[in-house]
């Protein structure tokens, strides 16, 4: 039977969450201020989780979905908010994580208008701007999008066999069932060229879907990437490295997609649910495509990290600089610098940049990019930033800013502790994940490091992701 609850807040994936009785309760679809009929479906010790039956009383926050297929695809939670509610809800998702996991104090400035970092340089007096004047942390408000639409450049998706033959799409929420798509709202448009095309192509050429449960099968997945001048890679992930009449198959999608200007094989032998394999080679065309952020030009290549979204990348990246606030005469070191999009957008206004990424193609992409934007002043290190971070401080190497912007799962205690024993004046941390900056954040706090400012940014619309940029300043300077 459906149990009336009220919906007080949204979880980290963006459910809404109420109580029944001293239970809490998530419900997916819910949002906050809502009265809502939800069936419980999983009852824990501590939770219970409700599948949305009826929302009896509306969040005026709440619109309909714009895409036909959200109701079922994971790949989006927030479709049915409104996009300046979710820009609000991301900075308080910065802010619970802060003060719950970081144990920080909020500086509550909103009475002041200062609603970014760039407000706040032009706030007259405020308190803000140097690390000397107060313990709290600024989280300012989210920095959105004008036009949050088509902004993904990166597209993934899985490749299976429905009723009516081959289907590629995305993941069903909350599980492996595929839904086949012929267009995503919120990837650039050259992405569904592609989705479509090798559809159309791999029936024609009956290439048979890899089945996860069987482990049979060719097709894996299908990877875009679109550069910034409309140039277009394929990615092909297959099950074997044997790919039977190869050439005709590229010359048929080629024939389809005419624009194309990389076409590539990614062999992914491995029995688990990560998309890449470790090989891959070209079958037609260039090993990379560009993209254009901030006037720098990159070269990317399949496996290389590169942000999902450009002109939010811009937006991080510019807020980065800022908050590192380098003055000509500072040697910065970039962990987890990838392609070395943020090392090189430092290395502009630095005496030099040195990063470190354990993915030797991304750093081979980092030399390149370095190379082409006439950029000297730049070297890149191929390894593992736990091991390659020390040993550059036992050779020597100090830098005054500390640049970092690792994956989900945050920085290892031994970098942080390294960053510390450098000694660096500011550590600017770029995150994908507050859970984890907030935890990172605590640990440098021990280790004699105080943030100041937090700035959220929306890199990803319409889902419950949200990145943060954080500056963070060495006490002893203060």
């Known amino acids: ?245 190869a050439k005709n198959f590229v010359r048929a999608l080629r024939n389809e997609l005419p624009e194309v200007t990389s076409i590539q094989q990614n062999v992914q032998t491995f029995r688990n649910n990560v998309i890449l394999g470790r090989d891959t080679k070209v079958l037609y065309g260039k090993p990379t495509i560009r993209d254009t952020i901030g006037g720098l030009k990159f070269n990317i290549s399949a496996r290389s990290f590169f942000q999902v979204n450009t002109a939010q990348a811009e937006v991080l990246y510019k807020t980065a600089l800022d908050f590192a606030n380098l003055r000509g005469n500072e040697t910065v070191i970039d962990a987890y610098c990838g392609t070395g999009t943020i090392g090189l957008f430092m290395a502009r206004k630095a005496r030099k940049v040195i990063g470190v990424e354990v993915v030797s193609s991304a750093v081979a992409d980092a030399i390149k990019n370095a190379r082409e934007n006439k950029i000297r002043n730049a070297e890149f290190i191929t390894g593992d930033a736990v091991k390659i971070l020390p040993r550059l401080f036992d050779a020597g190497t100090y830098a005054e800013v500390v640049v970092v912007d690792p994956p989900r799962a945050g920085c290892d205690g031994k970098v942080l502790e390294t960053f510390a024993a450098m000694e660096p004046e500011k550590i600017v941390y770029v995150s994908c994940n507050p859970a984890t900056l907030a935890r990172d954040l605590k640990i440098l706090d021990g280790l004699g490091y105080r943030t100041k400012k937090i700035q959220p940014v929306d890199m990803f619309p319409f889902t419950s992701h949200v990145e943060a940029v954080a500056q963070i300043f060495k006490q002893a300077s203060r």
């Open 1 to 245: 039977m459906p149990q009336a609850i009220k919906i007080h807040g949204l979880g980290s994936s963006g459910e809404g969450v109420g109580k029944l009785g001293e239970l809490i309760i998530f419900v997916e679809g819910a949002l906050p201020g809502e009265d809502v009929l939800a069936e419980i479906e999983t009852r824990k010790k501590n939770y219970a989780v409700g599948r949305l039956v009826e929302v009896v009383k509306p969040s005026p926050e709440r619109v309909a979905p714009f895409c036909p297929l959200y109701q079922n695809c994971g790949g989006c939670q927030l479709q049915h908010m409104s996009y300046p509610a979710q820009l609000k809800w991301k900075r308080q998702q910065v802010v619970d994580a802060i003060e719950r996991i970081g144990k920080f104090e909020i500086v509550r400035s909103e009475e002041l208008g200062i609603r970014s970092y760039d407000d706040a340089k032009t706030t007259p007096n405020s308190y803000l701007l140097t690390p000397n004047c107060n313990d709290g942390v600024e989280v300012f408000a989210t920095l959105g999008m004008e036009n949050p639409l088509r902004y993904r450049n990166k597209m993934q998706f899985p490749v299976g066999r429905g009723k009516g033959g081959l289907i590629v799409g995305c993941y069903a929420r909350g599980s492996h069932k595929i839904i086949d798509a012929s267009s995503c709202p919120i990837q650039n448009a050259g992405n569904d060229k592609i989705l479509n095309a090798v559809r159309t192509v791999a029936e024609k050429f009956k290439l048979q879907p890899y089945d996860e449960d069987t482990h049979k099968g060719f097709l894996r997945h299908v990877m875009g990437r679109v550069g910034s001048g409309g140039e277009l890679m394929i990615v092909l992930v297959t099950a074997s490295s044997n790919f039977p009449n």
